[in-house]
């Protein structure tokens, strides 16, 4: 390992950084972690409140000897319970490994196929549109806002088989209410009085809930009124018909409930009710959320880099040729935007920071079982002392010939911990989407900075900003995809 746990002095525990009074969500944060990380190589320890402390680390053999097996820190991920449940994001041991058999068959690459002519029927036309008529008006448009409205419709086709435009009062209202949910969150993560079950008693507690309840009612039906559950036990009862089964059957493609629904382990034990919804509400927000973030931050670097946005450009033409839209087999061809997908990635990565929770000591006890452990993947992402020229948005990082010697643990975009060997189970599916998303979008458009509103990073669960992502859209026409 590069250096040892004790991290300064004779102490071996060096305080590091005093963190009392910095809120994670502060504006400039993140770039101050980074400022910390070329003074502290490997890791410092940072407080919120007097009594609850963090291990912050930042390099890929530390981040490799925590995050192989640790459970995720109760502390942190508890907080998600009364919104999400126990779906993926908060399971721990075999509950986990259970939930995760189940759910692989739903994203093996016979399921997601169908799917590209989903995202190139849905993402072709609508987003590109609204697009259309904001370049018409001179002025430079908040992304982030549309781009999270798309993605939040895709995800409700995907799930339920349904799903109206993003601009319907219903799927706004969803939207605003993930947002709410990820700011109230940061903000009980942050705050050390609110690590205690009597937050719940405070105005801060009481809104929470509220908006938990406020989102369930909106994975509800069309109508918003009989919750998830209610969803569910519909359509439990009409698979009960042999004709509503056909049917299924012969869909396009399975939506994320079918295949729920059908899924069973070897002794043909299901999943109940309460963890259905779990895993339907732990998708649909990590589904749509860190993907509007993903997509949103690449256009972002598209603009500040026009020369990569044009050879993306000229690959996205080629690929689609006399086509009307993309195939299966065309986002293999995308090498040169998977690349810049991934270097985006790095620099802007969805997920900022998770936390995790020691299981036993490490390093001969310098870190004790129970211990709090924090992997920054922002800071990660951008240390010096794995990535040469850290700052630079270099696509050539992930060629071939260069991503074959990264540490395994140097690049994690879709989070970490024990679930790193296997990857984030919607990985495969964020990928895709946002190849056709993107692709659509630079054949239809020129981006380029507003330099009067330049995004301003904020980590909110996800990395978003905090004045919207400003651009300058230009239209290239009709045929520009031809």
Request: hydrophobic share 35%.
């Amino acid at each position: 390992m590069a250096g040892t746990w004790g991290l300064a002095g004779d102490s071996g525990f060096l305080r590091g950084p005093d963190l009392l009074s910095f809120q994670i969500q502060q504006t400039g944060s993140l770039d101050k972690v980074v400022s910390w990380a070329h003074q502290f190589p490997y890791a410092y320890p940072f407080w919120v409140g007097q009594f609850l402390g963090f291990l912050n680390i930042y390099e890929p053999d530390y981040a490799k000897a925590v995050y192989s097996g640790d459970p995720k820190a109760a502390d942190v991920y508890d907080f998600f319970l009364q919104w999400i449940g126990k779906g993926l994001l908060i399971l721990e041991g075999t509950k986990w490994f259970q939930h995760r058999k189940l759910l692989t068959p739903g994203f093996h690459y016979d399921v997601l196929e169908p799917y590209v002519a989903l995202f190139c029927e849905r993402h072709a036309g609508e987003l590109p549109d609204k697009w259309e008529k904001k370049a018409q008006e001179n002025k430079s448009s908040d992304i982030f806002c549309d781009v999270g409205h798309m993605a939040l419709d895709s995800l409700m086709k995907c799930t339920f088989g349904q799903g109206d435009s993003g601009q319907c009062h219903r799927d706004s209202s969803y939207y605003r209410t993930v947002y709410d949910l990820t700011l109230l969150a940061q903000q009980h993560i942050d705050s050390f009085q609110y690590h205690k079950d009597f937050i719940y008693l405070t105005p801060h507690g009481r809104c929470f809930l509220w908006t938990c309840q406020a989102a369930h009612d909106h994975m509800g039906s069309d109508s918003c009124a009989p919750g998830l559950h209610h969803v569910i036990r519909k359509w439990k009862a009409a698979l009960q018909d042999k004709k509503e089964q056909e049917k299924i059957q012969h869909q396009r493609h399975l939506d994320f409930l079918d295949i729920l629904l059908g899924a069973r382990d070897e002794s043909g034990i299901k999943l109940s009710d309460a963890d259905l919804g779990a895993e339907v509400d732990t998708f649909t927000f990590e589904g749509h959320d860190t993907t509007n973030s993903g997509i949103s931050w690449f256009v972002y670097c598209m603009a500040l880099y026009p020369e990569h946005q044009q050879r993306c450009r000229e690959e996205a033409r080629e690929i689609l040729g006399d086509q009307d839209s993309f195939q299966w087999d065309d986002l293999g061809k995308m090498t040169y935007l998977t690349m810049c997908i991934k270097e985006s990635f790095r620099l802007y990565p969805p997920v900022p920071q998770v936390y995790h929770q020691l299981s036993k000591p490490v390093d001969d006890c310098s870190l004790p079982a129970g211990g709090l452990v924090s992997l920054h993947i922002y800071a990660l992402h951008r240390n010096s002392a794995v990535w040469p020229n850290p700052e630079v948005f270099d696509p050539l990082c992930f060629s071939p010939e260069n991503a074959s010697g990264h540490h395994p643990f140097a690049f994690m975009p879709f989070s970490a911990g024990p679930r790193i060997p296997k990857n984030c189970i919607g990985q495969q599916f964020a990928m895709n989407e946002m190849k056709v998303v993107i692709a659509f979008c630079l054949l239809c458009f020129e981006f380029s900075l507003d330099l009067l509103q330049l995004p301003i990073k904020m980590p909110q669960l996800v990395l978003r900003s905090k004045n919207g992502i400003h651009l300058h859209l230009k239209s290239l026409g009709p045929e520009s995809g031809k």
